[in-house]
């Protein structure tokens, strides 16, 4: 059973910056790509970022490119989104996602992803 926890999530004000996290706590090395996706209310889940196995060859969605950095520390099992200059339009829950460990390459695609979070809540207002 693979478990996704995400963190960071939170009310900031327009122009800051946040810091989500993603682990997988228990076995380590059981999880190919990873990314990030985002769901506002009454809006469909969209993709936002995406990284491969060993941290390499970040895949940016359109929505959130420039804005956002992707990074991933595989031994740990833990991945990290940087987000810079928010504005009230990125309010949404964010949502970790992995892929199964035979599947390396990066993905836009949810349906391409096995193992979920619950979702972490970003509310940017003033």
């Known amino acids: 059973q693979v478990v996704l926890v995400e963190s960071g999530g939170g009310l900031v004000q327009p122009g800051e910056p946040l810091r989500l996290s993603c682990t997988s706590p228990?076995?380590?090395?059981?999880?190919?790509?990873m990314g990030w996706f985002r769901q506002a209310p009454g809006k469909d889940r969209e993709f936002v970022a995406a990284?491969?196995?060993?941290?390499?060859?970040?895949l940016y969605g359109d929505s959130m490119k420039g804005q956002v950095t992707i990074s991933r520390q595989h031994a740990r099992n833990t991945m990290h989104l940087q987000m810079d200059s928010l504005k009230p339009e990125d309010t949404a829950v964010y949502y970790c996602a992995a892929r199964r460990l035979e599947d390396t390459t990066t993905s836009s695609s949810a349906t391409d992803y096995a193992y979920w979070g619950q979702g972490a809540q970003v509310t940017v207002s003033s």
């Open positions: 228990g076995r380590t090395f059981n999880l190919g790509a």
């Open positions: 990284i491969t196995w060993n941290g390499r060859s970040p």
